[in-house]
């Protein structure tokens, strides 16, 4: 018995853990995999712990699955077949049989959604920019050039009005306090890329440093946007605010406390997993 229960114990941290979200009918309209690393950074796990609350909550309301695991090797053909949306909650797969089903999946018509560090590549840095499709096609975005700091809330605009994710939308609204990225690209010169939201010029300055760099004053900078060839969207969300001054990593804020926001990402999620909302 005590050799049993050792192997479960072994399966159970070498292969990861899926945490289910229970089903509220026989047939859920859609499921979606969450896929997450939470390690490292306190913003980003924060982040994480945050959604694995927020998206069974929305699950249960609006009848379909919710699924998320640690275990990236699960990113294969015979695990994703079971779902309609894969969502990156903080980081992006590494290993290349990983890479290849991810995009096979999406290829193939699949669902995905993703959030702030999920979009990361930076030469030279623990997450380098060795994955040309993912962040040049995919994404088109590139690598990471800068960020705003504090984490701030920013004003955004509406671009694409006809989007079903920005059904409800107001043309502009305030979002959660986040931390805004740059990135290499221009998305504006993508024609398969469709820009349905950017920071409003009524945010600058954003950011409070204390570094003059991590204060954005002008600029355009796209924060949400999707790509024609794929059933896809990203999101800059997805940072909360930490206290590391005082070592204390207390959370200063959220990122599924803005109505609006919120709205927004449950429209993406309806539409990516054919739903009317």
Known sequence: MKTIQRLFLFLFATLG????????QDQPAFKVIAFFTARNDPAHISFV????????????????????????D????????????VLFLDTR?????????????????????????????????????????YHNQFLGSGNYVSNTWRPTAAVLKTEWKKHPALKGIPASFRTAPNEWYRWQHDLRKNPDIDILLSIDSSSFPLG???KPQEIWHSGYYPVVWSNKKYRMMYFNMGHNDIDYEHHTNQELSFTFTNPVQNQLVLNTLLWLGGQRN
Request: hydrophobic fraction near 35%; proline fraction near 9%.
């Open 93 to 133: 797969p590494e290993q290349p049989e990983q890479r290849k089903a991810f995009e096979t999946y999406m290829q193939r018509g699949g669902g995905w959604m993703g959030f702030h560090f999920a979009a990361f590549a930076l030469p030279g840095s623990a997450v380098p920019d060795n994955w040309p499709w």
């Open 49 to 72: 712990h945050e959604a694995n609350r927020w998206f069974p909550a929305m699950a249960r309301k609006y009848h379909f699955r919710y699924d998320s695991t640690n275990n990236w």
């Open 74 to 85: 699960n990113l294969n053909d015979t695990f994703l077949a079971r779902y309609q949306v």
């Open 208 to 210: 409070t440093g204390p």
């Open 17 to 24: 853990v899926i945490h289910q979200c229970p089903a509220q």
